[in-house]
C-alpha cells in the first residue's frame, strides 16, 4: 500500500495535495482497499462552499457506503468528472487518476492540523 | 447420502422475449353492455412492450422458473434471524376459502363478522402469548411494526408534553432499527454490548433525552439478555420507553413473555415464529404488542368485540392513524390464526423447547472445528465465526460451498458485531438426521479448506449460475428489459 | 405434533451430544423472575379436520361477490384471477423460499422480480421500479419522503380526491420529520382543483400527490398539474389506486409524473378483507439511487451466463442504517409475482380490453343509475370504473335497502368527506354482469318510488 510523502491525509483516509491556494482531494489506498471494488461517487456541483469537517461526498462499493469529509472549508473549482462515469478509476489510482475535487481555500491554517505520510501510517496500523 | 446434486435444469427465457404478436393467455366473457369510448385525449397507446403468450407459455415459464429457487420445502435453511421453519399446507389452504379470501375490506362490518372474530381472537392470543395488554395488526411486516411501535413511542412523550430527541440501539440490532429510530425524528446513539447488555451500560447512556432502547431479546447473537429486567428499569427511571424486536420470539413461546420482562412494545413478525410462508421476501404481518399505557396511540384500525359482535374502531383520538390502506395483511393473519389453533399452548411450547434444543445440538457438533465467540448458552440459534477456517477461505465461500451440498447457507456477516460471522438458525422442525447431514457438511467443508481450498472458493459448482458479478450490476444498473 | 419431528429417543441423544440432563436446562439463561410458570391460555389445539371446519364456518359469515352482487371499490377491486396464477405461486420453490440473497439458488425470484419491475416501468411509463412496497398507501408515503429527499423541500400538496386512507398513511409517516402537510381542494367537476393548488403552491413545495384515477375514480389532468408544479420546480407523484386503468388512460409517466406509486391488488390478488396487497412505486432513472425498497438487476456469472442479483443495496436501511431511504425490509415480492403472471396472462391486448369493458360498464352503470330517479351524478370530469352518486334519500338507508336485495352497493363518502353525507361511491368492474348492474338501479329505483 502507498502513501506518497508529498500528500497530507486525514484521520478520515482522505489525502491532500495542497499547491499554494488550491488544493486537490480524493481517498487513500487503504480507504479504497477498505471499501472494495466501487461502483458509484457522488461529487459536489462546482461552486459548493465546504467547510471542514463536513461530508461533501460519498462514495460506494456494493456492500459498504461511505461520507467522504471534507478537509478544509473553501470553495469548489472542480470536480474530477470522469469519476461518475467511471468509479472504479478510485480502486486502481486513488492518488493520481482518482483524485476528486480541486478547492479554493478560504483558511490555510487548517492545513496545520493534517496528518503527513508517516504519521497516517502510523494511524492506519493503530486503527486495524 | 450427500443432498446436493446436479440434475438437469431447463433453460428459460425472459417473458418479454418470449412473446408472440397475437397470443395471450387470458379470456373475458363478451361485453354484455354497449361499448363506451373515452375521450381521445385520454387515452394512451397500447402498452409498449407488454408480452403476448399463451396460457401453455406462461405456466411453462413461471414453473421453470421456480425449479431455480431454493425453498423450505426443498431443504433445510437454516438462515439465522429468519426461523426458516415449515409452512403448513393446511394454513395455505383456510386462507384461500372464499370467504376469507374474497371479502371486501369496506364490506358493512356486520356482514363481515368471521373475518372480524378472527381478527380479535389473533389479537387476543398474541397478547397472551406475550403478555402484553393489546395487539395491533395493522403492520404489514416486521419493519412496519417497528415504525407503528416507535410512531407511539415519540406520540406518547409527546402527550406528556415532550418527545426527547435520542433512541439508544445495541450493537446487536437489526438494521431496520436505526432507520426506523430516524424516520421518528430521533438521533441513533449506539451502545457497545459486547454480546449481552449490561443494566450498568445502559443506565451510563440514559438521560432525559434518551426517548426509547430498541433491544432484540434474545438478541441476533442467540443470547437472552439477562439483565432485561434491570435494563427497562434503567430505561424507566429517566422515564424512556423499551422497544423489543420480536424477531426471536421462536425462542420464548411458552417460556416467558416480553411483556412480563419489562418492555413495553414489540413486533411480532408472523412469517416467522407463526410459520407463514416468506414468499421469496413477503409478504409478513408485523402485529405490535404495547402496555396499558400505549393502549390510547394505537394505528387504526383496531378490532374492538361488543357484546357478541365484532368492529373497526377508527376514532380514537389520539392514536397515530393509518400506517397503510385498510386493516392488515388479513391473508397472513388468518395463517397465524390457524397455526396457533394447531400448536394449541403445549405445542407452542414444544415448538420453542425443539427450536432451542436444535441450535444447540448444531453447537455441540460444530464447535472445536468452527469459532464460537460468545459462549454462553445459546437459545434458538448460534452464531459462528469463520476465524478457524483454513486456506484463505473466508464465510461467503462457506456459504457458497454449502450449497453444492444441497443447503441453503445461514445468516452471513450478521450480526456485525461477529467478525465473518456465521449465524445459524434450525428452528424446531427440522430432524435430528437433517441436522447430523447439515453438520457433517459443515465437517466435510472445513476439511476441504484446509486440504483442498479451490473446491471451496469456486462453488457454487452445481447451480445453474456461478457467482455472479454484483460489481458490474452495481456500476451499470440494467433493471428493467429494454426491447431490441 | 405434526410439524415437529423430535421422538423422545431423539431428544435423548441429542441431549446427550449437548451435555445437558434436560431441556429445561437450555433455558438456564433466562432469569427465573420472568419465568411464565404457567401454561399459555389460548384456545385447545385442533386437528387438521376440525381446524377446517372451524376455519370454512368463520369464513362462511362473511359477504363475498359470490353470495352478493358487490359493487364495492374504493381501492381494492373485484377482478377476475385466471386459475393460473394460484397454480402457479403454490410452487413451493416461490412461496417457502426467502428474500433472495443467495443469488445462485434465487434465480427463479429475481429473474421473476426484473420481469415484474419492467412491466410495472411499461404500464406506468417511467424508467425504473422496485420490487414492491406494502401497498398503495404506503407506496404513497415513501414517495412523498423520496421527493422531500430529492428536492429538499418540506411541503407536501395532497389533493383531497387522493384515497382518504392514502392521505392518512402519509400523514403518519410524516408526523416527526417537520414537514408542512396541505390539502389541495376538490373542484366541482371532482378533479383537483388547479386554481387553488395554483395559489398553493411555493418555492418550498416538494411534491404534489393526486390520484390517477382520484378516489372518485375520476381522471385527473395529469399534464396540467404536471406543468403548475414543474414550473415551481416540485415533483408530481401519481398515485394508482386502481391500476387496470393504466390499460386504457395514457400512461403518468407520459403526462410528467416524477415518481408512480399505486396499488397493485387488481392484478390477480383477491380482495382477501384488504391484504396482503402490492405496492409499486415507479421513479426516473437520475432518481434511482434515491428510491427505497429492493431492486433486482442483471448482471452475468463467471462464465458470462446472464443472471440476477439484489443491487444498489447500498441505499437500504442493512447498509446504510439511519440514513436508509427507507425502513423496509420484507415486502410483498409473492404478491409482485402474481401481479406478474397475471399481467403475463393478460399481455398487450388482454390488459386493454380488461379496462375498456371495465370502462364501459362503469358507463353503462352511471347512464342507468343518473336516471333513476332521486339520485344524480354530481361530477362531470371523466372517470374509469368508479363514480360517485348523490341520493336524494339518507345514504345509510339506501345502501340497507340494497342489502336486503342482495346487494354491496357502495361505498358511504361522509365518514371520510363530510360535506359529502349525502353521496356513495360505487365500483363495476368486468365481474359485474349487466342484469346486475340493472338489478342496482331497480333496487335503487324501488326507495325512490315509496
Known sequence: MEFPEELKYTEEHEWVLIEEEIVTIGITDYAQDSLGDIVFVELPEVGAILEAGKPFGVVESVKAVSDIYSPVSGEVVEINEELVGAPEVINTSPYEDGWMIKVKLSDTAQLDDLLDAEEYQEFIEEEV | MRVGTSGLSLNEKLIFEHSDPGRTGYSLPKLDVPAAKLQEDLVREEVKGFPELSEVDVVRHFTRLSTWNYGVDSGFYPLGSCTMKYNPKVNETVARLPGFAWAHPATPPHLAQGALALMFALQEALAEISGFDAVTLVPAAGAHGELAGMLMIRAWHEAQGRPRTKVLIPDTAHGTNPATAALCGYDVVPVSSDGILTAETVRAAMDEDVAALMITNPNTLGLFESEIVEICEAVHEKGGMVYCDGANLNALLGIARPGDMGIDVMHFNLHKTFSTPHGGGGPGAGPVGVVEKLVPFLPAPWVVREGESYRLDEERPQSIGRLRAFHGNFGILVRAWAYIRTLGAEGLRHATEMAVLNANYIRARLEGTYHLPHTRRSLHEVVFSDRDLEGDCHTLDLAKRLIDYGYHPPTIYFPLVVKGAIMIEPTETESMEVLDEFCDAMLAIAREAREEPHKVKEAPRLTRVSRLDETAAARKPRLRWEEG | ?450
Open chain 3, 1 to 450: 405434533m405434526r410439524y415437529i419431528p423430535h421422538t423422545e429417543e431423539d431428544v435423548r441423544q441429542m441431549l446427550e451430544t449437548i451435555g445437558v440432563g434436560s431441556v429445561e436446562e437450555l433455558f438456564e439463561t433466562i432469569p427465573e423472575k420472568v419465568r411464565l410458570g404457567r401454561s399459555l391460555e389460548v384456545p385447545r389445539p385442533l386437528s387438521e379436520s376440525e381446524l377446517l371446519l372451524d376455519f370454512s364456518r368463520l369464513a362462511a359469515l362473511n359477504a363475498t361477490p359470490a353470495t352478493y352482487s358487490s359493487f364495492l371499490g374504493g381501492g381494492a377491486y373485484n377482478h377476475f384471477i385466471p386459475a393460473v396464477v394460484d397454480h402457479l405461486i403454490s410452487r413451493s420453490e416461490f412461496y417457502t423460499a426467502y428474500t433472495p440473497y443467495q443469488p445462485e439458488i434465487s434465480q427463479g425470484t429475481l429473474q421473476a422480480i426484473f420481469e415484474y419491475q419492467t412491466l410495472i416501468c411499461q404500464l406506468t411509463g417511467m424508467d425504473v421500479a422496485n420490487a414492491s412496497m406494502y401497498d398503495g398507501a404506503s407506496a404513497c408515503a415513501e414517495g412523498v419522503l423520496m421527493a422531500v429527499r430529492a428536492t429538499r423541500r418540506r411541503r407536501i400538496l395532497l389533493s383531497r380526491a387522493l384515497h382518504p386512507e392514502y392521505r392518512g398513511t402519509v400523514v403518519s409517516y410524516c408526523r416527526y420529520l417537520n414537514l408542512d402537510i396541505v390539502e389541495v381542494p376538490v373542484a366541482a367537476d371532482g378533479r383537483t382543483d388547479i386554481e387553488a393548488l395554483g395559489s398553493l403552491l411555493d418555492g418550498e413545495s416538494a411534491a404534489l400527490v393526486v390520484g390517477y384515477p382520484n378516489y372518485f375514480g375520476i381522471v385527473e389532468d395529469l399534464a396540467s398539474l404536471a406543468q403548475r408544479v414543474h414550473g415551481t420546480g416540485a415533483l408530481l407523484v401519481a398515485a394508482v389506486q386502481e391500476p387496470v386503468a393504466l390499460g386504457l388512460l395514457k400512461s403518468p409517466g407520459e403526462l410528467g409524473a416524477d415518481i408512480v406509486v399505486g396499488e397493485g391488488q387488481s392484478f390477480g390478488i383477491p380482495p382477501a378483507f384488504g391484504g396482503p396487497y402490492l405496492g409499486f412505486f415507479a421513479a426516473r432513472q437520475k432518481d434511482v439511487r434515491s428510491m427505497p425498497g429492493r431492486l433486482v438487476g442483471e448482471t452475468v456469472d463467471r462464465e458470462g451466463r446472464r443472471g440476477f442479483v439484489l443491487t444498489l443495496s447500498t441505499r437500504e436501511q442493512h447498509i446504510r442504517r439511519e440514513k436508509a431511504t427507507s425502513n423496509i425490509c420484507s415486502n410483498e415480492g409473492l404478491c409482485a409475482l402474481m401481479a406478474t403472471i397475471f399481467l403475463s396472462l393478460l399481455g398487450k391486448k388482454g390488459i386493454r380490453e380488461l379496462a375498456e369493458q371495465n370502462f364501459s360498464k362503469a358507463a353503462y352503470a352511471r347512464q342507468k343509475i343518473g336516471a333513476v330517479k332521486g339520485f344524480s351524478l354530481p361530477f362531470g370530469a371523466p372517470c374509469f370504473n368508479e363514480f360517485v352518486v348523490e341520493s336524494a334519500e339518507p345514504v345509510g338507508e339506501v345502501l340497507r335497502r340494497l342489502e336486503n336485495d342482495g346487494i354491496l352497493g357502495g361505498i358511504p363518502l361522509g365518514k371520510d368527506y363530510p360535506e359529502m353525507g349525502n353521496r356513495f361511491l360505487v365500483c363495476v368492474t368486468e365481474q359485474n354482469a349487466r342484469q346486475e348492474i340493472d338489478a342496482l338501479a331497480a333496487s335503487l329505483g324501488e326507495g325512490g318510488a315509496m
